[in-house]
């Protein structure tokens, strides 16, 4: 079965820091990956997306991610969190076509102020 | 706006009575799932539905059925809670395999 491991169960980063999320899955064929996001007190969202083309994806709020297929990895990235980055960030992963992902635990991420 | 509605927000019941939680979408999606997640895990998927088509995973314990009467409304019964039982459940939608999942803001169910 697919597997979805978020390496990083907790972050904790002060403002301006740079950010580096890592997710890693285990199936070899045609994926598409997702990563959400889900701030205090709200639901999940999507951030990003990865379906096809360039493997360098560019998301909302200034967040970015690589798909790696070598690596079967889509590491999620931003150059300086805000206070506002605080929430919990989840990676998905689904089989192509299969319209049924499977998630990460998550990642906590709390940026101070 | 068009959303994906749950209700209600909190809910809490008593050990073995039976609960039904309510998801409501307006975005006209013909995919609807339902997620159990229980804290610093993973969103586990209970079933889903494409169309009128109903696809339980395999480790879905019994105690938990669904219903989707029609395109908008989906339900998730639990017959016989447990206090293993307590957790945030998440109603999802998506159309088709070709985008992203919307998610409600979930249920989260107190078993006492």
């Known amino acids: 079965a697919q597997s979805v491991s978020q390496h990083n169960h907790h972050v904790i980063l002060s403002e301006a820091a740079s950010l580096e999320l890592g997710c890693n899955y285990s199936y070899g064929g045609t994926v598409n990956l997702f990563w959400y996001v889900q701030y205090p007190g709200q639901h999940l969202q999507l951030l990003l997306k990865y379906f096809s083309g360039d493997p360098l994806v560019k998301g909302i709020k200034g967040f970015e991610a690589e798909f790696i297929k070598s690596k079967f990895s889509f590491n999620l990235r931003k150059p300086s969190v805000q206070w506002s980055d605080t929430a919990e960030y989840f990676c998905?992963?689904?089989?192509?076509?299969?319209?049924?992902?499977?998630f990460g635990r998550g990642t906590s991420l709390i940026v101070h102020p | 706006d068009a959303m994906v509605i749950q209700n209600p927000r909190y809910q809490v019941t008593q050990f073995g009575k039976p609960v039904t939680l309510s998801c409501s979408q307006t975005?006209?999606?013909?995919?609807m799932y339902w997620y159990q997640q229980k804290s610093s895990q993973a969103p586990k998927l209970l079933f889903h539905?494409?169309?009128?088509?109903?696809?339980n995973e395999a480790d879905t314990p019994d105690n938990f059925q669904s219903r989707r009467p029609n395109t908008s409304f989906c339900f998730l019964d639990i017959r016989s809670p447990g206090l293993g039982d307590a957790a945030m459940y998440l109603c999802?939608?998506?159309?088709?395999?070709?985008?992203?999942?919307?998610f409600g803001p979930g249920t989260r169910l107190t078993v006492l």
């Open positions: 999802a939608t998506s159309r088709d395999s070709i985008d992203e999942q919307f």
């Open positions: 975005l006209n999606h013909n995919v």
């Open positions: 998905a992963v689904e089989e192509g076509g299969s319209y049924i992902p499977t």
């Open positions: 539905y494409y169309d009128k088509d109903f696809n």
